[in-house]
């Protein structure tokens, strides 16, 4: 059982990884720069934290622990994109 859940995990991280790269956060960044975002929105969805928490959480890591400045950032847009992806992957 664990095997199944470890290789789940494993999966939607990949699958995450790939559309947080896709934001080009940081350009030329390692693949594995945002992680711990990957990390914190893969938490709060398994904990089915609404929108607002999820999002409130991800501006504080873009801010207090990348030092970005979101006022010009669509971080809406960007959640957006996660909860329908997390929506998606969960129908399989």
Same mark, same amino acid.
């Given at each position: 059982?664990?095997?199944? =859940?470890?290789? /789940?995990?494993?999966?939607?991280? $990949?699958? =995450?990884? %790939?559309?947080? #790269?896709?934001? #080009? +956060?940081?350009?030329? @960044?390692? *693949?594995? /720069? !945002?992680? @711990? *975002? #990957?990390? +914190? ?18 501006? !504080?890591? +873009?801010? $207090? #622990?990348?030092?970005? @400045? ?6 809406? &847009?960007? *959640?957006? &994109? %996660? ?10």
């Amino acid at each position: 059982m664990r095997s199944r =859940l470890q290789k /789940e995990y494993i999966r939607k991280f $990949n699958e =995450l990884r %790939v559309i947080i #790269n896709s934001w #080009n +956060l940081i350009p030329d @960044s390692p *693949i594995d /720069e !945002f992680d @711990s *975002i #990957n990390h +914190l929105l893969l938490s709060q969805l398994y904990k089915d934290s609404d929108e607002y928490k999820i999002s409130k959480a991800f501006q !504080f890591e +873009l801010i $207090n #622990n990348y030092g970005f @400045s979101i006022q010009n950032m669509d971080t809406k &847009e960007m *959640i957006t &994109e %996660v909860l329908e992806w997390w929506k998606t992957t969960n129908k399989r």
